[in-house]
């Protein structure tokens, strides 16, 4: 997963360095599809991953509970995102009305395009290094206690 996140870095190299070559944009857009397939693919497997360590601590599965946190999480990061960018983007000079954008602003459309998806998995990777868990540790205790509940 980590190794995908991190194809987010020459796939924004790429889109800020395109400026307007569409295969280049294309090429960066297809990178940038790859880096996100793990993450949006495995993350549910991080819910159960904890839930199974909930209940090798002796604590409820609560996988409900726990996809509920992690959508609710999602929600209140895509709203923080939203309010970040439209700062930034009124910071410089942004209208939505014009139809040609001053050049501070195009620039800011540049780097958010470019690198904000570059900084987000940069640092879902690094958070990532500290999910360490003995899967098959945990499973195998897990199973044995399933099947031997005394």
């Not at 360095?17 to 993450?39: C, R, Y």
């Not at 601590?57 to 309010?83: D, N, W, Y």
């Amino acid at each position: 997963m980590q190794i995908g996140l991190f194809l987010a870095i020459p796939a924004g190299i790429l889109n800020f360095i395109a400026v307007d070559n569409l295969i280049i944009l294309a090429i960066a857009f297809f990178i940038n599809g790859l880096s996100s397939l793990p993450i949006t693919n495995i993350n549910g497997l991080l819910v159960i991953d904890c839930a199974l360590y909930n209940e090798w601590q002796g604590r409820p599965r609560m996988e409900g509970t726990l996809a509920s946190v992690v959508g609710f999480a999602a929600r209140i990061g895509q709203a923080f995102g939203v309010f970040i960018l439209g700062i930034l983007l009124s910071a410089t000079g942004f209208d939505g009305t014009l139809d040609v954008q001053s050049e501070s602003a195009t620039m800011m459309i540049r780097y958010i395009f470019a690198f904000n998806p570059v900084v987000w998995s940069v640092l879902a990777a690094l958070v990532l290094t500290f999910f360490k868990m003995d899967k098959k540790k945990i499973a195998y205790e897990v199973e044995q206690r399933r099947e031997d509940p005394t």
